[in-house]
């Protein structure tokens, strides 16, 4: 969680995929508090937390067009997942945003080793 003056400006939300990998969930920075590297920060913390827990991987879901989505996390180490190599886990979360009404053409699944 982010703080400013301790009220909650920004969070990342994970959870446990698979025995080696944390899922990114959700992260989110309120937009009056953006472009501060909150963000940034925040992802990282996750890298290092998973990491911390024995996970190898960090992985998410994101849109693949909008600009400041695939790329932010690119610089972060992030790399796009083809399809064809989705565990079973991570085809499970992309059919699940299918079924909320995301359009799996306009989305990415990403992932992150925790070292190096």
């Known amino acids: 969680m982010a703080l400013a003056d301790d009220v909650a400006v920004g969070f990342a939300h994970i959870e446990p995929l698979e025995r080696d990998t944390a899922h990114l969930e959700e992260i989110d920075v309120h937009p009056g508090h953006g472009r501060r590297g909150l963000g940034t920060r925040l992802v ?3 890298c290092e937390w998973a990491a911390g827990n024995g996970y190898a991987f960090v992985t998410l879901t994101t849109f693949r067009d909008i600009p400041w989505n695939r790329p932010f996390y690119a610089r972060l180490g992030f790399e796009v997942v083809p399809h064809p190599h989705l565990s079973p886990a991570l085809s499970a979360i ?12 306009h989305r990415v699944v990403m992932r992150r080793p925790t070292a190096g």
Do not use: C, F, I
Not at 94 to 105: F, I, K, N, W, Y
């Open 44 to 46: 990282l913390q996750v």
């Open 94 to 105: 992309v059919e699940d945003e299918t079924r909320r009404g995301l359009d799996p053409a």
